[in-house]
């Protein structure tokens, strides 16, 4: 990983040259196929599931009533669409025995 804490579609493409050997050109372009193909479901409205992983939801939010902490003001917040991830038992239990 690069960042402390962070992983990118450099290491996952990296990952992809080592483990399988595919060159890092062709390790880069399938991540990027795939990150492209989750990102066009998910703006035709469609939830993402991968098994063992886990799923992106996307929720409509109604209107609603929120308050400027600093002034204590009323304000409406618009309805909106919202992207979740909702992780699978399995990588909740591999997360777990990870601490």
Do not use: W
Not at 26 to 34: F, K, L, N, T
Not at 40 to 50: C, F, M, Q, R, T
Request: positive net charge.
């Amino acid at each position: 990983m690069t960042d402390a804490g962070t992983l990118t579609r450099a290491d996952l493409a990296e990952a992809l040259h080592k483990q399988i050997g595919l060159s890092r050109a062709d390790s880069a372009r399938v991540v990027e196929q795939i990150l492209s193909k989750m990102c066009e479901a998910l703006s035709h409205g469609e939830n993402v599931k991968i098994s063992g992983f886990g799923t992106f939801v996307l929720r409509d939010k109604g209107e609603r009533i929120g308050r400027n902490p600093k002034t204590g003001v009323e304000v409406p917040i618009a309805p909106r669409r919202v992207l979740t991830f909702r992780a699978s038992q399995m990588m909740r239990d591999r997360i777990m025995a990870a601490e």
